[in-house]
């Protein structure tokens, strides 16, 4: 608990940038809950209600990899505190839907709102290495996690709440005021950016045509990087694998419980309730003990742990036609889980330096989600033609092969090994 508390206190600008994200996602889950939950009211449709997902998924990639060459521009946390108020300003059309007719507005709403998190996440990523020691990013990263979980626990429930009280009207002025109280915390943040970034060394002399193919230099030079060494690769690709596991998971898990366990729907959201529990103890155990750990073992051991709890998971029922087993994994696994990214992050931030972090970040984000696109279409596919069951196994052996494949490794994922920015021509 020593290195936790470190963290805490006596990090300031880290406390608010954490607390600023506790307030911001939560009020991301009570509007995504309370979203789902009014569109299928106004429009009695399923089709309708998927399109919210497309909506908030499809700008991660497009333009995840491009904004991450912006976000190396700016300050970051001048990009936080832009971010937050621009939310603020493009929930104000909710309060103009009334019914079906006009369900296009919040999918409007919900695209633009994604767009700008695409800004949002490398701003934040970025700043976490400078704003503590690098002894401290593994305590600090699990910490990133924990909140994550932890607002999940407490939107999920107030957008319902939400919801049922006061509507879409309810749902908007909520997560504008956590987006206000976000942006006073970030605001009082000490931390500013002492040296420009090379990308924004500019002369006004520079022309529309040359601006544009810097930017694209710029762009392609982040993707470049994501293969640049043997140990970005490394995690470029745990980060394909897993993601494809992740589209995996989310199209097949439901019909798991239903099909396999025979859970209803009530059954079915407890279960995935709590994981967040388990996230949530486990990135407090990550935060206590992980700075004792170097990150690459972190992350490895915990991947592989995370895919052998998810197999056992997906095994059992071929034994057992109870229900509690399925509770008992979806908790424990939140230890391994909370590890293993907590280590990953911080391996990430060791491996990137400042002023190329955002890019490559944005671009293993976008890869990332292509990943989960490929995972959600070939799981519907194959869910049906090989069994749910099977399936959802290979999934788990990814991350099974994965966490050995980075434990193995783990002697060149060293912190000097960082990716540096070009050198100006």
Request: glycine share 12%; aromatic share 8%; proline share 4%.
């Amino acid at each position: 608990m020593k290195d936790l508390w470190g963290v805490l206190v006596r990090q300031r600008d880290y406390r608010l940038m954490l607390s600023a994200g506790l307030i911001s996602l939560t009020g991301d889950w009570l509007l995504r809950t309370g979203l789902a939950f009014q569109v299928y009211v106004l429009t009695g449709s399923t089709l309708a209600s998927g399109g919210l997902l497309l909506a908030s998924f499809l700008p991660a990639v497009v333009l995840g990899s491009l904004a991450g060459v912006f976000v190396d521009r700016w300050d970051q946390r001048t990009t936080m505190l832009v971010t937050n108020v621009l939310n603020v300003v493009v929930l104000l059309p909710l309060l103009a839907v009334h019914g079906a007719s006009t369900i296009w507005i919040v999918y409007a709403v919900v695209l633009a709102q994604s767009c700008l998190q695409q800004f949002f996440t490398p701003a934040e990523q970025s700043l976490v290495p400078v704003l503590v020691s690098s002894e401290q990013l593994v305590t600090a990263n699990a910490l990133n996690s924990q909140i994550r979980d932890l607002a999940r626990l407490i939107g999920a429930a107030l957008g319902g709440l939400f919801a049922a009280i006061g509507g879409l009207t309810m749902l908007a002025i909520g997560d504008a005021v956590t987006f206000l109280i976000a942006v006073a915390l970030v605001a009082a943040m000490r931390y500013r950016r002492t040296h420009p970034n090379q990308a924004e060394e500019t002369t006004s002399e520079e022309t529309a045509g040359g601006a544009i193919r810097r930017l694209k230099t710029e762009w392609t030079e982040g993707l470049r990087l994501c293969v640049a060494g043997p140990a970005i690769r490394l995690l470029f690709v745990f980060s394909l694998v897993t993601g494809v596991g992740e589209g995996i998971m989310s199209t097949l898990f439901a019909p798991f419980v239903s099909a396999e366990i025979g859970g209803d729907g009530k059954v079915y959201g407890l279960i995935v309730s709590s994981q967040a529990i388990g996230g949530i103890v486990g990135g407090l155990i990550a935060a206590a003990i992980g700075s004792r750990w170097p990150a690459a073992t972190l992350w490895g051991l915990g991947a592989f742990a995370f895919g052998v709890i998810d197999v056992a998971l997906f095994l059992y029922p071929l034994v057992s036609d109870s229900t509690l087993p399925a509770f008992v994994f979806m908790i424990v696994v939140g230890l391994p889980g909370a590890l293993s990214l907590a280590g990953m992050m911080t391996v990430f931030q060791h491996l990137t330096a400042d002023g190329t972090r955002g890019r490559i970040f944005g671009a293993i984000g976008a890869a990332e989600s292509v990943a989960v696109l490929v995972g959600i279409t070939s799981a519907g596919f194959l869910g049906d033609a090989v069994g749910i069951i099977p399936v959802l196994v290979v999934q788990g052996l990814g991350y099974v092969v994965g966490g050995l494949v980075v434990f193995s490794r783990r002697r060149g994922l060293l912190p000097q090994r960082a990716v540096a920015p070009p050198l100006p021509a």
